[in-house]
């Protein structure tokens, strides 16, 4: 006997990331020619020192560090949120807006469950981030494609025309993933009036947003004294602080939301990891200066991507920026097609522009996404020339 399965769940496309690390099965990768694999957004390296020691010492000294915390977060951790981001955008939020969640896709999962439900609709720009559509797909919720335009920017006039009845939430990831860019701070104004004027939500995930190469604010919503009750902002611990195994994200909304909200972590997970959020914390207060090294640094790997593909005949880079660079590629084959063969002729791991997009998106077949920000300038130099070689 055959258990059903959800046909929701069914139908829903497997984790792209874990398809792509199958490709890699029995392909032998010689030492003068190792693997670059610049398939997922996430820092290969460990914490710095100091935040090590600092969830050291939380295991070995901290008895509640290993026992339920508040579904919603340590109170410390929401309250320093909560004035940081005051201060760095120029707005008033408490402690009360803001909820700790194992990761930025549950804090996207949880928020929308208080939004959306099967039958409803969300706009999503594309190329779309895989996994808030899958979360879509698994609900029953349609994800209503909102092409995005010239430089990889969508438009508000273009999302207002696909607005219906059924329309729950506008979704935005700035700096993008998978294009890299950067939204406008006029273009995300533009997209919260036009939310707040239909009465819906406008998710905003800025999970990239310590490595946005502007010295401003990007954009000054919180500083709107309404904001409340159509922005919801998504945040995760994972790039600043290398803490993707410690599962920490964020979620500012009002506090009404977030009462809902809770229902949803008590559900899933009944709270968020206590070491993850001592070590968010420690590094909220400690870490500013490194962070910014750590910026600095990705800048230089964005501006070494740029300069490869303007010397890559054929190659058309359509967005760089964050971790990712999101490019048109020249040949006849498809993008499928073409990310397997690099793993096996060139020792290059990337992802194609198809698991970004919906399947009747003919784009996608043209387009790879890079997530560059995983190795350092030399290694791009040797990417972009692994690239320029390959002969399909």
């Not at 194992?102 to 409803?120: E, H, L, P, V, W």
């Not at 401003?216 to 945040?235: I, K, N, Q, S």
């Not at 010397?311 to 880079?317: F, K, M, Y």
Request: aromatic share 8%.
């Amino acid at each position: 006997m055959t258990l059903p399965v959800n046909p929701w769940m069914a139908m829903t496309e497997a984790p792209p990331v874990m398809e792509a690390r199958r490709w890699l099965d029995g392909v032998t990768f010689p030492p003068d020619r190792p693997l670059i694999n610049v398939s997922q957004a996430a820092p290969m390296e460990a914490p710095p020192e100091g935040l090590r020691r600092a969830i050291a010492e939380a295991a070995l000294n901290d008895p509640a560090a290993h026992l339920y915390g508040p579904v919603l977060g340590l109170p410390a951790l929401r309250a320093e949120i909560a004035d940081q981001w005051s201060a760095a955008y120029g707005g008033a939020i408490s402690a009360a807006d803001v909820a700790i969640t194992q990761g930025c896709n549950q804090a996207f999962c949880a928020i929308m469950a208080t939004i959306a439900r099967s039958g409803d609709e969300v706009l999503l720009p594309t190329p779309w981030y895989f996994n808030h559509k899958m979360w879509f797909d698994m609900q029953g919720i349609g994800a209503v494609p909102l092409p995005a335009g010239a430089g990889l920017v969508p438009d508000v006039a273009a999302a207002s025309a696909l607005l219906t009845d059924r329309t729950r939430a506008i979704v935005l990831v700035t700096p993008n993933n998978p294009g890299g860019v950067e939204y406008p701070a006029e273009t995300v104004r533009a997209f919260y009036e036009l939310a707040r004027e239909r009465d819906l939500a406008l998710i905003l995930d800025e999970t990239y947003r310590d490595f946005d190469s502007r010295p401003a604010a990007p954009h000054d919503l919180f500083g709107d004294p309404g904001w409340r009750g159509t922005l919801v902002h998504l945040y995760s611990f994972s790039k600043a602080f290398r803490l993707t195994g410690h599962r920490v994200g964020a979620i500012v909304a009002d506090a009404g939301r977030l009462a809902e909200v809770e229902k949803f972590l008590d559900t899933v997970a009944i709270c968020p990891n206590q070491l993850g959020q001592i070590a968010a914390l420690w590094g909220m207060r400690n870490l500013s200066q490194w962070v910014g090294g750590e910026r600095a640094e990705i800048l230089a790997r964005r501006a070494a991507i740029e300069a490869g593909f303007a010397t890559l005949p054929g190659w058309q880079l359509l967005g760089a920026g964050a971790f990712f660079a999101y490019a048109r590629h020249p040949f006849d084959l498809p993008s499928p097609e073409l990310a397997k063969r690099l793993v096996r002729e060139a020792g290059v791991l990337l992802l194609p522009g198809t698991m970004f997009r919906p399947a009747d998106d003919p784009e996608g077949a043209r387009e790879v996404r890079i997530a560059f920000a995983n190795i350092g300038v030399p290694a791009i130099g040797t990417l972009i020339e692994r690239l320029r070689g390959f002969r399909p």
